[in-house]
């Protein structure tokens, strides 16, 4: 069987071939991340305007890798929720579109278990049940995933996601769009210590849930000085701006580890996904790690290519079609965090 995936939840456009004993065939993804720099985060209207020039080319192109023609495919599976409107609805119109003309099923992806998924692909399937952190852009949550079909949230931001915090910041400290990235580079000078911000939620063990706007208004003080929370960007020296970032994500790293280890201890699982853009943190990655060896947990992360929006993990759909979840040709897109309509 061979599966197109199509991924346009946010500002990334993608496409991929995958099999349904999950072998990639092709994956093409083509950032926007030129077009939303100079406004330092995505602008919903540019992204979705930008998708629907894409989107055609994007899909030829992982139709060409993968040597298919439309005619080879069996069925169609896009991201149709959670995410921005006018991006999934793109997505949702070329699947639709591929679906009805040459009369093969349409299956749905819910995004964010799709991140996960990316780990069982990387991982194999014995990663389930597992402990699912996904950390992105648009969602900072924790899961209990019996199953590759069956997640249960257990927690989330209760403001900003943490990629968004990220995001942000980078801003604030004038380094570039997509934030991650940027700070990550400019934290491997500072010093963590240099400044001490609040970690949300830390001490609260009743709690598996995070918030980032805080350290943000955090951050900007240290920048601006205490009662000065509008500043024109200032010109920070190069080792201000490095401790900034250092202690910044050191902040981030510190809520999401300590939750996701809280969380396996509350649910009893040995295994923890992680997922999203920011499960490409260097920082990260490296305290998993440890904190993983220390407690005996099998830690699976998605390698770098399948962390930020790809559409290789809409491979989750081969489950959803093996279990007969086929979707009408009238489904539409949910925007938000709601569960998929059964
Ligand atoms: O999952 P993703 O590609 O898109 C969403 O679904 O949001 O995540 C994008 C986010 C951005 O906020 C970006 O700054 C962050 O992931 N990100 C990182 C890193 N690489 C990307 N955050 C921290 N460290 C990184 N190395
Ligand atoms: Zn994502």
Known sequence: MNLLAIESSCDETAAAVVTDRLEVLASVV?????????????VPEIASRAHVERILPVIDEALAKAGLALGDLDAVAVANTPGLAGSLLVGLAAA????????????AV?????HIYACRLAAGED????????????????YRCAGPLDFKLLGA???????????????????????????????????PRAYRFPRAFLKDENRLDFSFSGLKTA????????????FARLDLPENRVADLAAAFQEAVVDCLVDKAFL???KTGLATLCVGGGVAANRRLRERLDEEARRRNVRLCIAPLALSTDNAVMGAIAIERYKAG??????????????????
């Open 263 to 265: 969380c396996l201890r």
């Open 30 to 42: 083509a950032s926007q991340d030129e077009l939303h720099r100079r406004f330092g985060g995505v």
């Open 96 to 107: 639709k579109t591929i679906c009805l003309a040459m009369g093969i099923p349409l299956v």
């Open 325 to 342: 979840k086929i979707e009408p040709l009238d489904l539409d897109v949910y925007p938000g965090v709601v569960r998929q309509p059964a």
């Open 110 to 114: 819910n995004h964010l278990q799709a």
């Open 157 to 191: 931001t209760i403001d900003d996601a943490a990629g968004e915090a990220f995001d942000k910041v980078a801003n604030m400290l004038g380094l570039a769009y997509p934030g991650g990235p940027s700070i990550q580079r400019a934290a491997e000078h500072g010093d």
């Open 219 to 230: 951050v900007r003080y240290a920048i601006a000085g205490p009662g000065k929370p509008d």
């Open 127 to 142: 990663v389930f049940p597992c402990v699912g952190l996904i950390a992105s852009g648009g969602h900072t949550s924790l």
